[in-house]
């Protein structure tokens, strides 16, 4: 029972030390202000950049019927005047058009020119084209004397696209829709367990360091066994994980509900309609399993150094793999099938990022995340007890030298 409590305060004191701490405020408060920037990007770029829609004037001298295709917005307001080429050229070099379209007719096709002054920016003359391309199939439609319903129909019909797979056993296998919101649910996670494990793998390790320099452990120690200080480290930092992560869930819900009229929140809701419960559960279960093991190692490696400035030296191979194991997942963004981004899938210390993208966007026997969830699990529960016996050698033995250097002094302080 006295282990209980020793473990209860020293899990309180870590906790609320912690989230009252500059570093946690001001972690939170960077994501919060990168998930603001997202979310009102369009409003803030309004503020700092002042753009008015582009003036392009459309002489058309071909029998289609230009008007309803060239439809001004916000970022271009489209006019038809009866003006000679020659003064609408004048009013180009006067900038008081930033365009002028000449539509002719040449060899049975629509012809365009563009002529401007200024050059305009790519995304205003990617969207005049596409517009052009479009009164193009307008045009040759036009020159098959089809009806207008004919002519319509052509131009907006679509395919209809059924899988069947004769293989009884994958037969129920993932739509296009289910597929690609796998794919963002599962690209979400993989981000999230990254900066996580940047921010809190840090964290604990550090904090172990500061303690064992100061030689503030040494009287700690006295009072509480090495097990229940490393025990309440881990808990404690896991704790304040999931406390930033609930915030930061919190806030980008509000946002949601409160932009665009709640339109970004029905297509989170419609992503998530298109996941399933049990690949739910699968994210959960990476992303905290990863998080957890990757505390346990911070933890681990804290308490070999003997100053706090040795911390970022033996961090540097624990921060490597997960950085490894993030841009293995961007690779896959593209084709999730590679073999590269199966043999991740296996490997405890990335399986929390590749995993999930390989449920979520293929379709695998559902062996596959279960042995490799199982890995995982088995992989945290060997290193806790291992780290639980090293920790208490370790926390207390100085040695100068490389993280391999001063594994092998501890090594021979236990033997």
Do not use: C
């Not at 681990?300 to 100053?307: A, E, H, P």
């Not at 899938?345 to 995993?355: A, E, F, K, N, R």
């Not at 208490?392 to 236990?414: E, F, N």
């Amino acid at each position: 029972m006295g282990i209980l409590r020793k473990f209860s305060i020293l899990l309180k004191q870590l906790y609320f030390q912690k989230i009252r701490s500059k570093t946690f405020i001001l972690m939170t408060l960077l994501y919060i202000g990168i998930i603001t920037v997202v979310m009102f990007w369009s409003d803030i770029k309004a503020i700092f950049v002042d753009e008015e829609a582009i003036e392009v004037a459309i002489v058309n001298e071909t029998a289609v019927d230009l008007e309803p295709i060239f439809a001004s917005s916000e970022d271009v307001n489209y006019s038809f005047p009866n003006s000679e080429m020659v003064a609408l050229y004048e009013q180009l070099k006067e900038e008081k058009l930033d365009a002028v379209i000449h539509v002719t007719e040449e060899n049975n096709n629509l012809s365009a020119d563009i002529a401007t002054y200024t050059p305009l920016k790519l995304n205003d003359q990617s969207a005049i084209s596409s517009l052009l391309q479009y009164a193009g199939k307008i045009y040759g439609i036009g020159q098959l004397n089809l009806t207008a319903q004919e002519a319509d129909q052509i131009l907006n019909s679509e395919p209809i696209i059924t899988m069947t797979n004769l293989n009884e056993e994958v037969a129920d296998g993932k739509s296009e829709d289910q597929k690609e919101a796998g794919m963002f649910a599962s690209y979400v996670a993989g981000i999230v367990i990254y900066f996580f494990i940047m921010a809190f793998l840090s964290m604990i390790t550090t904090d172990v360091a500061n303690e064992k320099g100061s030689r503030a452990l040494e009287m700690l120690l006295v009072s509480v066994k090495p097990s229940t200080h490393l025990q309440s480290k881990i808990f404690g930092v896991f704790l304040v994980a999931l406390t930033q992560i609930g915030i930061i869930i919190a806030v980008l819900f509000a946002y949601l509900g409160f932009t665009d009229s709640g339109e970004k929140l029905e297509f989170v809701q419609s992503t998530i309609n298109e996941l399933s419960f049990g690949f739910v559960l699968y994210i959960l279960g990476f992303l905290f399993l990863t998080i957890f093991l990757y505390l346990i190692i911070g933890a681990l490696f804290g308490s070999l150094v003997s100053k706090p400035e040795e911390a970022s030296q033996v961090m540097t191979p624990a921060i490597m793999i997960p950085l490894i194991g993030f841009y293995v997942m961007l690779s896959g963004m593209g084709n999730p099938d590679t073999l590269l981004i199966k043999v991740f899938s296996y490997i405890p210390l990335t399986s929390g990022m590749v995993m999930p993208m390989r449920i979520g966007a293929t379709d695998i026997s559902p062996i596959e995340p279960i042995l490799s969830i199982v890995v995982l699990i088995t992989t945290v529960v060997v290193v806790y007890m291992l780290s639980l016996s090293f920790y208490k050698r370790s926390v207390l033995t100085y040695s100068s030298g490389g993280i391999i250097q001063k594994i092998k002094t501890v090594l021979k302080v236990t033997t």
